[in-house]
């Protein structure tokens, strides 16, 4: 998908589903089924999705420095649902350290939204473009642990949903009805060595551009999220050193001892 084409789904998107939101959570069962999303990155610059592959029971993708890119959730369900999406461990709306109890983009039955970056405002946001670690908007805010990771948490929407609106509630700070974000943990040793490396690349805060949305209210169904999808990105030279993507090696040339042809020499 080329980049205007990009721009065109993202202002239709946040025209009509596409909404900044505080959500209020009500413990309930969260409903087993079809997997809730699809979640896609666009690198920009080049106007392509990005191949996704599997190694080490984990989704990958070959970022390229000093390139744009955007995130696409598609909503595979027949509810609406609550994107919470975090990169680099930083909720892309509010600029907080990423918790699911977070605020997020909320996306009709079968629709999509594509975020192209982290919003400033209801009106702009700063560009995803992946740049040095050092450069990355998570490490200059203080927060560099967590780069090479892009996460969506997902929330069905709970059946009767509230009437109440939150027109006029802060976009920014803390929100009263989410819950505080829960210690992170480390889920296995695998995680632990992933963690101890460094990291060769990060998302950086790009050119700011306009990206229209607008604040809805969501009332989620459970307190947990019914799916979470996390792709994690590097350069291509770290994922082949990882045995991620395979080595491209040149074809090679088998010497011919004798590579001249039979005959005589031909008139200058």
Sequence with gaps: MDRTALQRCRIAVAGSAAALLAATLVPSPARAGAPIAEVDVYDRTQ?????????????????????EYAIRVRNCSDV???????VDGVNVITGQTASPSQSGYVIEPGDYVTVEGWRKSLDRTAAFVFTDPSSSY????????????IGVAMFRERSQPAIAQHGGAPLYGSVAEAEAPAPATKSSAADSAARERSASLGTGHGRN???PAQWTAFE???SSPDDTISIRYETRAALVAMGV???VRPPRHDPDPFPAQLGFAPDP
């Design 47 to 67: 106007g392509q999705a990005l191949d996704v592959r599997r190694k080490f029971a984990k989704r990958w993708i070959v970022g390229e420095p000093g390139h």
């Design 80 to 86: 609406r649902v609550l994107a919470v999406i975090s």
């Design 138 to 149: 998570a490490a200059r805010t203080g927060r560099p642990d967590d780069l090479g990771v």
């Design 209 to 211: 551009e306009h990206s």
């Design 220 to 222: 989620r169904a459970g």
């Design 245 to 247: 993507v395979p080595r």
